[in-house]
């Protein structure tokens, strides 16, 4: 098992978000966006994820070459991106966004559904493998943060494409998983989408994002407008990834010992109370340490118990096309329309109405999770 190098893959693909994820409204708002334009370039950023994903799982569990595909998308989409530098028009970063990430959100479910190949068995080692994506993601959000406050977003294009361009060369060392080519000869893929636990869960996967729309398009615009400099944004940012990090680290004990189902629930529950804290008590910082920490819960225990239930649900020839289905209806529509309607909320209500509707469809998430997601461990 590769661990370094699959490690390696996850810490720069997860370092880019570090830069995007926080500081790409701040870009955008550096450009003379407004908040609606952002929530909608965010959007289309998010959208391609629905199908994106699809195409090249169909491909991948038809050819067995995922490695391939990983390669080939990671460098078109760092090509892509670089057009960000050539223009600033609406119209022209809507094309470019458009393109960069039909191809960079390619790439993860494909290496997901490697990274699971490669454990075999051991599937219990996946957290810590992945844990070195959220290490990447701090050291990229608390770095930058200084750098922005200092010298401007400007400088973001830039360092995002190098990140890139480090992802790509990260995937020229891993090899193809052994599993290669599966046989076709399986139940179809529209019997395991009857299933109703498979329903329910990829039901829950898209109001989990949903949710997080709000959190992901404009957290760090929503804590500048309460004072906090970029510096504090990128900590506070950090703060959430190593909770997420020490959840990693415990998910072979926990997984084994409470099983996937109760590990859901109280996923989604403690993610309800953190989008109700960040809603009414952004302006406590004590209070806000307190609801970065339940990132944890919302990303951290919520993300592994998910990636478990799709390989565990989705079998042989339909791994690639499970993680990507969990990866085009979670963060692709769940956190396109979430992106979408927060910018909506924000300038036609106010900022907080944004978190409370996040904590209403968390609440719908956790009834689905209660009454849907059943017979699994």
């Known amino acids: 098992m590769h661990y370094w190098r699959l490690s390696g893959f996850y810490l720069f693909y997860f370092a880019s978000l570090g830069a995007l994820v926080p500081y790409w409204s701040l870009y955008l708002k550096s450009l003379g966006f407004s908040v609606t334009g952002i929530g909608q370039l965010v959007a289309i950023m998010m959208a391609t994820k629905i199908i994106a994903p699809n195409v090249w799982g169909w491909v991948a569990d038809h050819t067995g070459q995922r490695m391939v595909i990983v390669r080939m998308t990671s460098l078109l989409g760092a090509l892509c991106f670089a057009g960000v530098l050539a223009g600033s028009s609406y119209w022209w970063m809507v094309a470019v966004i458009a393109l960069f990430s039909f191809f960079w959100n390619a790439s993860l479910p494909q290496f997901e559904a490697t990274t699971m190949s490669h454990l075999g068995s051991e599937t219990g080692r996946y957290s810590s493998i992945r844990l070195w994506g959220s290490v990447g993601f701090i050291l990229t959000v608390v770095s930058l943060g200084p750098v922005l406050d200092r010298y401007g977003p400007g400088l973001l294009p830039g360092i995002v494409l190098a990140l890139f ?27 395991v989408l009857s299933r109703p636990v498979v329903v329910s869960l990829l039901a829950v996967c898209f109001l989990m994002q949903v949710s997080h729309g709000p959190y992901y398009a404009f957290f760090t615009l929503y804590l500048e407008d309460f004072g906090y400099s970029r510096a504090q944004i990128g900590q506070l940012w950090a703060l959430g990834v190593l909770a997420e990090i020490a959840v990693f680290l415990l998910m072979p004990r926990l997984l084994p010992r409470f099983g996937a189902r109760c590990l859901l629930l109280v996923a989604v529950g403690l993610t309800t109370l953190r989008w109700l804290l960040i809603a009414y008590f952004a302006d406590r910082l004590a209070v806000l340490i307190l609801a970065q920490t339940l990132h944890a819960a919302s990303f951290g225990l919520y993300h592994a118990v998910a990636i478990y239930l799709i390989h565990t649900l989705f079998t042989g020839v339909h791994q690639g096309r499970g993680q990507a289905l969990y990866s085009s209806i979670s963060f692709g529509a769940g956190g396109a329309i979430g992106s979408l309607v927060s910018g909506y909320l924000w300038t036609g209500i106010n900022p907080e109405a944004m978190f409370l509707l996040a904590a209403a469809v968390s609440l719908c998430a956790l009834w689905v999770t209660w009454r849907g997601v059943k017979g699994v461990y």
């Not at 361009?165 to 019997?191: M, N």
């Open 165 to 191: 361009v480090a992802i790509w060369l990260s995937s020229l060392s891993v090899p193809e998983s052994e599993a290669g080519h599966l046989s076709l000869d399986q139940e179809p893929l529209r019997v």
